[in-house]
């Protein structure tokens, strides 16, 4: 070591076997024996910012390597994925039970359970041990850290659902025309895993609904920092007879500046005895701010207000994108950027098809992957037929079969919505072992490009990699393909979103993400059963922002909450305008939360674009009051010592380029 690097200082990181033992007794008595030796290295008990404070000053002598530095046990990207799905439901449900519960606490004064959020991120984490989120754990790990979720879920579904409907109760409905009084405030609904698809047993806002009859109010709330234009569904409760349930049944939406619009009806059942129908329409909701809407029955035939249009056999477009479908395999065979006339999908390959692999069988399948044995693909059709046909929303279904496993396909375009969202339900019952290898489902995207280029969001930021001949390479929310037209050299490109993915690879211009992985060991049937996962494609022209692909995903794992409220008079406005703006588009919020000490709220902001950027971040006064105090924290909220402007109203930090900065915020 001293001839290779010219140091005589030396890091030896020591402990009880690979889980973050620290030193036993017998270490500290073999390192004080070792010191007494006369001719041996001598040993200093101390921490690694000691060594490195020792090493600076010879820093100059070393290379700078900037970037990855492997991507060890690829494997490890997919296996177990039930663990990677509520991992990443966890995550984003906890932030939304902190910004409702933050929303609750300031505006009508409702306690923040500290304990209880505290208690949710303690399970999820302890998911983040290395043989745990990376699937690489025996079969009871996945149970274990399964059922930590189901805590974790049953907190945030009741601390988001409780503190957006005190929201919702102190909010003025009565825009409606009249103030309903049927209602029993004095025994307020629960969650109780209310609702049909039982939403809250993973961790959603309970739909459930006491408020009967029509007109129906809705308050729909928006968890993340940034302005929102998008289609939302709505799950009314007991209001429904029979002839709300037939397809010509039509209900429309007042909006709170009086405007009426059709609502498209995709859905009715019964769940545990309680009718209920489900309808859609277009709402805009301000950044972290809410919208109320007044759902009733309608006799309005004209005045189409969405945009979707079905053509062919089973073609479907709206405004931006127009896709048509291949019959005899379900592929996409175009996706056309209406702004651009650019398709994305080529002809010569099926796009956006369902294969099924099998990798050779090798030690340790759970960490490693192998080279492929088998393929099918695209994988036998049995049946594409339309399922939604309406003014917002238009479905197409696939469904495949294989061995005895189901896969089904929902293809899916929103009115006034730039992506094709891609809903996928397996039945999988495939499984590996030594004598079969290891089975695989996996999604491709044969993009219409050349000299394509991949970049792939990371914690905090993003990385172009320039790795293009099928390599496995993680990324959380995202992925994005750039490259020129084939036939025109134009600049054009697609962003992939997932709500529960991470195994992506570009081999030339095809990106591929993985679905399900079958590994057998250490667990030998990790995947066995049902499994849902959500897309979307987005095509764009030339490159997209960082910052916008970052706003995207969070975006597509943060959907729009709905509480069911009735009508009735309150001291808040029906619509909000922003609560949380920040100046600088390439700054984000990527947290808001009550601080630690309970004395004020922290906002983390992350710098996007790589330059060194002063973001001004403004607060509704009307909502949180006059800032007292901002201060700018460490990521354990201690004060530093950077300076943070303020008004009554704002705040303005210095963010370095690609960096995180946290604020601390006191109202009076």
């Not at 056999?313 to 650019?342: C, H, M, Q, R, W």
């Not at 490109?493 to 211009?509: A, E, T």
């Not at 250490?522 to 922002?545: C, F, Q, W, Y």
């Amino acid at each position: 070591f001293c001839e290779k690097t010219g140091l005589k200082d030396w890091l030896h990181v020591y402990g009880v076997g690979d889980h973050g033992g620290g030193p036993t007794r017998q270490d500290i008595m073999r390192c004080i024996d070792m010191n007494s030796w006369p001719i041996y290295p001598n040993f200093k008990m101390t921490t690694v910012n000691k060594y490195f404070e020792t090493i600076e000053k010879y820093g100059d002598k070393f290379p700078v390597i900037k970037g990855e530095l492997n991507f060890e046990f690829t494997g490890c990207y997919t296996s177990q994925s039930q663990i990677k799905k509520l991992n990443r439901l966890a995550e984003c449900q906890i932030q939304d039970a902190e910004n409702a519960s933050v929303l609750a606490s300031t505006m009508v004064g409702k306690k923040v359970p500290d304990d209880k959020l505290r208690e949710a991120w303690i399970n999820t984490l302890f998911g983040h041990f290395h043989d745990i989120l990376p699937g690489s754990g025996v079969h009871w790990t996945r149970e274990y850290q399964s059922g930590l979720f189901q805590q974790s879920a049953a907190i945030t579904g009741m601390v988001t659902t409780n503190s957006l409907r005190a929201v919702a109760a102190e909010v003025d409905t009565s825009f409606a025309g009249l103030v309903k009084t049927d209602t029993n405030d004095k025994q307020p609904s629960t969650g109780m895993g209310a609702g049909a698809g039982c939403g809250t047993v993973l961790g959603y806002a309970s739909s459930v609904s006491q408020a009967n009859g029509y007109p129906h109010a809705v308050v729909v709330f928006n968890p993340v920092v940034c302005r929102r234009n998008e289609l939302v569904k709505v799950s009314i409760w007991e209001a429904v007879d029979d002839s709300d349930k037939t397809d010509d049944k039509k209900f429309a939406v007042r909006t709170p500046p009086g405007k009426i619009i059709n609502a498209q009806k995709v859905g009715s059942g019964n769940y545990w005895g309680h009718n209920y129908i489900d309808v859609v329409f277009p709402a805009s909701v301000d950044a972290l701010g809410y919208s109320t809407y007044i759902i009733e029955k309608s006799t309005k035939q004209d005045g189409n207000d969405g945009t979707v249009k079905s053509f062919g056999s089973y073609g479907i477009e709206n405004e931006f994108l127009k896709i048509d479908f291949d019959p005899s395999t379900g592929a996409v065979t175009e996706l056309i950027d209406k702004t651009s006339g650019v398709n994305l999908a080529g002809k010569d390959k099926p796009f956006a098809a369902i294969e099924y692999l099998i990798e050779k069988h090798c030690e340790m399948s759970a960490w490693t992957m192998c080279e492929t044995i088998k393929r099918i693909s695209p994988l036998n059709l049995v049946s594409l037929t339309r399922k939604q046909q309406g003014q917002f929303i238009a479905s197409i279904e696939s469904v495949m079969k294989l061995n005895d496993s189901t896969i089904t396909v929902t293809y899916s375009l929103g009115s006034g919505q730039s992506w094709l969202e891609i809903a996928v339900k397996a039945n999988w019952l495939e499984r590996g072992s030594q004598e079969i290898g290891t089975p695989k489902l996996r999604i491709q995207f044969p993009f219409a490009l050349k000299n394509a280029k991949a970049t792939y969001e990371i914690p905090f930021g993003a990385i172009e990699r320039n790795l293009n001949q099928g390599q496995e390479v993680p990324a959380i929310n995202w992925a994005d393909v750039t490259g020129s037209v084939k036939d025109s050299n134009e600049a054009a490109g697609c962003l992939l979103l997932n709500d529960c993915k991470n195994g992506h690879s570009l081999d030339g211009s095809t990106l591929s993400l993985t679905l399900l992985r079958s590994s057998y060991m250490p667990d030998p049937l990790p995947e066995m059963g049902e499994h849902t996962m959500r897309m979307a494609l987005v095509p764009h022209n030339g490159k997209i922002s960082i910052d916008k692909m970052i706003r995207l995903g969070t975006i597509f794992n943060h959907p729009l909450q709905v509480i069911n409220t009735d009508i009735h008079k309150g001291r808040f406005p029906a619509k909000t305008g922003d609560l949380v703006s920040v100046s600088a588009e390439n700054v984000l919020i990527a947290a808001l939360k009550k601080s630690e000490d309970g004395s004020g709220i922290i906002l983390r902001l992350l710098e996007t674009a790589g330059k060194d950027t002063s973001a001004i971040v403004v607060l509704d006064k009307s909502v949180f009051g006059n800032i007292e105090q901002a201060v700018q924290t460490d990521l354990l909220e201690r004060p530093l010592t950077a300076s943070v402007e303020m008004t009554l109203n704002s705040f303005t930090v210095n963010i370095p380029a690609n960096g995180i900065a946290t604020v601390k915020v006191n109202f009076n």
